[in-house]
DNA sequence: TTGCGGTCATGGATGACATTGACCGCACAA
DNA sequence: TTGTGCGGTCAATGTCATCCATGACCGCAA
């Protein structure tokens, strides 16, 4: 992991579809070269996966949430974050330090999904408190772009 | 936007380099077919762009804080918005309902990192009040595979 | 029913591109 | 100096995206 690799991860945080060829005139590889250590940081686990970045709306998911939530004192945990895995509407669910235990950040497509899963953490006994904050907008798009070089 | 259109976005979810012809053989069309659909899927900005999930560990951030932040008074948002999205360390930035302006997540290298960066936002006047959040550990991965067929 | 226009998928030609393997040069250790 | 391994270039090959002409299907109006 040198600043070429940096560099090229850069690069296809930004375009994943640019030519090997592209990527090594940044670079001054060949694209041999890049292709080879692509291999590398994909067979590492640095670059997980090529994926697509794609618009909430477009889904008709225009509600996005964060779910704050203390689980109750019989819930499983392991349990819970298996629940948590296999619900499509998380995106993400982190486990913090402080006053609650875990974040969840959740799509929806109404208010009332929303509900509905909260009803289902409570019904499950997993769920000891919750607080739910509403996203009204985001003026940084989710764009994760690694710095360059450096 | 119908299912078909769904499926593909959803497969490109979990693989952005499937060839259109493997696509095609998933939703029931001709690999020239699924590219007019790509196509346009892009034009119309239900996919933003093709991009590459990343472990931000093999790029030395393991620091991942939500950051929750009420602006002073006197504060320009939109200027603090700029701001924020000149900042590479933030990954998302979400104007919320509820006790607080905004939530930041952003990766560091280290807490002094975290540290420096509100001690700019308060030398900038932006920060009223903030707290923060350390995530130990994410149990559900960043995935976002939308819904499929439905 | 018939004729028409628009939308959408098909299939094949073409060119770009990823991929592979052989070869080369450099750094390092014995 | 010589052997070894890593990481690069270059050229050949096969796969794939892309483009275009053609054709099927659907809704609508006469």
Redesign the pocket.
């Known amino acids: 992991m040198d600043d ?1 690799d940096r560099t090229i991860i850069s690069l296809l945080s930004q375009d994943a ?6 990527i ?1 005139a940044h670079v ?13 940081l994909v067979a590492s686990g640095a670059i997980q996966r090529f994926t697509v970045a794609v618009e909430a709306q477009a889904l008709d998911l225009p509600i996005l949430a964060f779910v704050w939530i203390a689980l109750s004192e019989r819930a499983d945990e392991a349990a819970f974050r298996a629940h948590a895995a296999a619900d499509p509407q998380i995106e993400e669910c982190h486990h913090v330090t402080g006053e609650w235990s875990y974040l969840v950040k959740m799509r929806t497509g109404s208010l009332a999904d929303l509900e509905t899963f909260l009803a289902g953490l409570k019904q499950q006994g997993f769920l000891g408190r919750s607080q739910t904050v509403l996203a009204l907008s985001s003026p940084v798009p989710g764009v994760f772009v690694p710095p360059c070089a450096g």
Chains 1, 2 share one sequence.
């Open positions: 070429i579809r640019r030519a090997l060829s592209d090594g001054g590889l060949s694209p041999s070269a890049v292709n080879e250590r692509l291999r590398r």
